[in-house]
């Protein structure tokens, strides 16, 4: 009986593991209409990462939706095609667990319609969950100052976080490794899950990162 809880509860933390190992991607989601308005069901789209040249391919569903999730941030270019329509093409930014909304209309014509996106970067609106993300580029962390060349020290860049507040005698009132001294959203620096390539990377009885 010990034996087979204990195969249970392995099992268990693989899938848990795993789970938090998707949190850090975003995906890409929209409608895909014709040049009338309706939806079209079963037209191709695919994305392919500039970085990588990787491509993800779906179709779009009865509704003419369609969702590309598990997407490694990124800039990609999202292609759809159906038969009898011109190509649409465009560009997208993918965020850390964000969510980029593209919606395409399909002309009848033969010449493929492309959209090109003249400036990179920028916040992303998340229209599709309440999740907040951002991305510290290489740009910034080879630009911007940093006495310990600690690449968490950049956490403190991105909205909504603060460095954990100290007490009357100087100390912190969050163990200082917790949670890489910064609180989230108002939340005590051990309430931060740190990952690293998608993997969780802290002591969860004392919340010690990596």
């Known amino acids: 009986m010990k034996s087979r809880l204990a195969i249970v509860f392995t099992i268990f933390l693989l899938f848990s593991m795993d789970a938090f190992g998707q949190a850090e991607a975003g995906s890409i989601s929209g409608t895909v209409r014709d040049s009338s308005g309706a939806v079209l069901v079963g037209a191709t789209v695919s994305a392919r990462n500039l970085a990588t040249s990787a491509v993800r391919t779906t179709q779009t569903g009865n509704l003419g939706q369609y969702t590309i999730p598990g997407l490694t941030p990124g800039t990609y270019d999202v292609t759809v095609t159906s038969s009898g329509f011109a190509t649409y093409q465009t560009r997208a930014e993918v965020a850390v667990g964000g969510t980029s909304t593209v919606d395409a209309q399909l002309s009848l014509s033969k010449e493929s319609t492309s959209v090109e996106v ?93």
């Open 118 to 210: 003249v400036a990179e970067g920028g916040a992303t609106v998340n229209t599709q969950t309440q999740e907040l993300s951002q991305v510290i580029g290489p740009q910034q962390v080879a630009q911007l100052p940093s006495l310990t060349r600690n690449p968490y020290d950049f956490v403190g860049v991105a909205g909504n976080v603060s460095s954990a507040d100290r007490t009357a005698s100087g100390g912190d009132q969050n163990t200082t490794g917790r949670g890489v001294g910064y609180a989230i959203n108002g939340q005590r620096t051990s309430g931060t899950e740190i990952l690293l390539d998608g993997v969780e990377n802290e002591d969860l009885f004392n919340a010690q990162y990596g």
